[in-house]
């Protein structure tokens, strides 16, 4: 581990606005900026691109906080890309994904014969990221005795290998990541309130997509010329994709964005079609199995109680009074939307 190796500081005083310095134009999609591995140019970026290069040249904790998809992670690493520690190492953990019982001795290490079977002795993140940066995803997910083991490492920068009684001193950055709400993870989810204070030291944004006003379709042409470049072909977007880029939210953010891309790419022969995933919804059908149904993830609302009400009616014989108890609405109310959706089906067939 290099961590002594500073070979720059992380933002030169070469004049002008700092982040000027490091944002780039993309190189094969006009008007599109972009600054490390994260691209985009609706001014929400450019604003978070500032503040990333204030927060790199610093050593403070940084708490990233944005829905799934936003590209939290792809932030941490630019922020440590930037910074004076990029020759170390950049680790990267999902809190949310290790048991609870576990998460200790993954995050501090643990001594041989610390507990069952720890056979060997093991460094954890926070020595794997030594003179580097950890970067703790999904941090509101750790139970609250965990979280006073984290705090404590944070606020002395030392801390114990489980079962161990060699005090380590670390030369760490913690970068955190949550998609909630801090204030409300606090009320809520047993997010503790003065980790939530040591960890939003510097607390940074990840704007949704439908925010980023102009970057849907700008990003997907980036990650369509990225395969194309690397598959050597010269495929190109409907108008109609550029109509769905626009018209679509994009609930699942870039990853759901850069996802529809490559499917839609693999699909293609020439003219790239990315399928509205509202008009998708429609052919996707309810699974029902006896008294339980599926709905599809990405349902609009609307459809998916169309598809639920449709549902109990039909388990419940087309008896609309006990469908209507069981759905907890008037019969007033079944009846006025079961004649809107006869409106609908005669007007475009479906079913
Ligand atoms: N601004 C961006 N520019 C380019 N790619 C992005 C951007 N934001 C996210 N991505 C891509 O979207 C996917 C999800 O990003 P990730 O950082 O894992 O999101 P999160 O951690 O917020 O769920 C990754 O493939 C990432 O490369
Ligand atoms: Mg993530």
Request: hydrophobic residues 35%; aromatic residues 6%; contains cysteine.
């Amino acid at each position: 581990m290099s961590s002594t190796d500073l070979d720059s500081p992380a933002t030169e005083a070469d004049g002008g606005g700092a982040s000027q310095a490091k944002q780039r134009a993309a190189e094969n999609v006009p008007g599109l900026k972009s600054y490390g591995t994260l691209y985009g140019s609706s001014p929400v970026m450019l604003d978070l691109y500032e503040q990333i290069d204030r927060v790199a040249a610093t050593d403070a904790t940084a708490l990233i906080i944005g829905e799934s998809g936003t590209g939290k992670e792809l932030i941490a690493r630019t922020i440590h890309d930037h910074s004076a520690r990029k020759s170390g190492a950049f680790v990267a953990v999902n809190c949310g994904a290790i048991p609870d019982e576990l998460i200790e001795a993954e995050l501090f290490g643990h001594e041989k014969g610390s507990f069952t079977g720890a056979v060997q002795g093991r460094i954890g993140y926070f020595e794997h990221a030594n003179g580097g940066t950890l970067f703790l995803d999904e941090v509101t997910e750790m139970a609250p005795v965990r979280q006073v083991k984290l705090l404590r490492a944070l606020e002395t920068g030392t801390f114990y290998r489980v079962g161990g009684t060699e005090l380590i001193r670390g030369d760490v950055r913690v970068i955190a990541a949550t998609n909630r709400d801090p204030a409300v993870a606090v009320k809520e989810n047993g997010l503790r309130e003065d980790l939530m204070y040591r960890l939003a030291v510097f607390p940074l944004r990840a704007p949704p997509l439908r925010e980023r006003e102009g970057d849907r379709e700008l990003l997907a042409v980036h990650f369509l010329d990225e395969l194309n470049r690397q598959e050597g072909t010269n495929k190109v977007f409907s108008k109609r994709s550029m109509e769905t880029l626009r018209t679509w939210s994009w609930p699942g953010n870039v990853r759901e964005l850069k996802n529809a891309v490559y499917r839609a790419f693999i699909l293609a022969e020439k003219a790239v079609e990315l399928p509205h995933p509202h008009l998708m919804s429609r052919v996707k059908k309810p699974v029902t199995v006896g008294d339980s149904m599926s709905v599809w993830i990405g349902t609009p609302l609307a459809d998916a109680q169309k598809q639920i009400i449709l549902g109990t009616l039909k388990y419940c014989g087309g008896d609309k009074r006990r469908a209507a108890k069981a759905l907890g609405v008037s019969l007033k109310t079944l009846y006025n939307r079961l004649s809107t959706y006869g409106d609908e089906e005669s007007s475009h067939e479906e079913n």
